[in-house]
């Protein structure tokens, strides 16, 4: 699998305009609807609530990913597709299958925590 090329320069205050925060995965259901397959994840966010992300993680079994952590982009504007309100992007890569891996911290931390 190829590496995507270097995007251009971004200045330090691109990155801190992102609010970047830990959360933590309590439901996952089905979305058949979705273009690509994804799922229709709740992440519990602390404070900020439960916010409902589509997310490309369908390699996952459901189970696998309830009660785990995710880092997702909190301050994108809600996304419409197929009819859902996609409020947070969950971050991922791709590994050498293809399959969209999960951003996760190597330890717990409370939900809502920020990234930086």
Known sequence: MMTAPLKPPAEVA???NLDIRVGRVVQVLPFPKARNPSY???VDLG???IKWS???I???RPEELVGGQVVCVCN???RNIAGFLSEVL???ARNAA???VVLTPRSAVPPGETVY
């Open 98 to 100: 293809g399959d969209v």
């Open 76 to 78: 994108f504007p809600p």
């Open 47 to 49: 404070d900020l609530g």
């Open 14 to 16: 691109d990155f801190l």
């Open 54 to 56: 589509s997310a490309q």
């Open 58 to 60: 369908t390699h996952y």
């Open 40 to 42: 229709k994840v709740a």
């Open 90 to 92: 969950i971050l991922g």
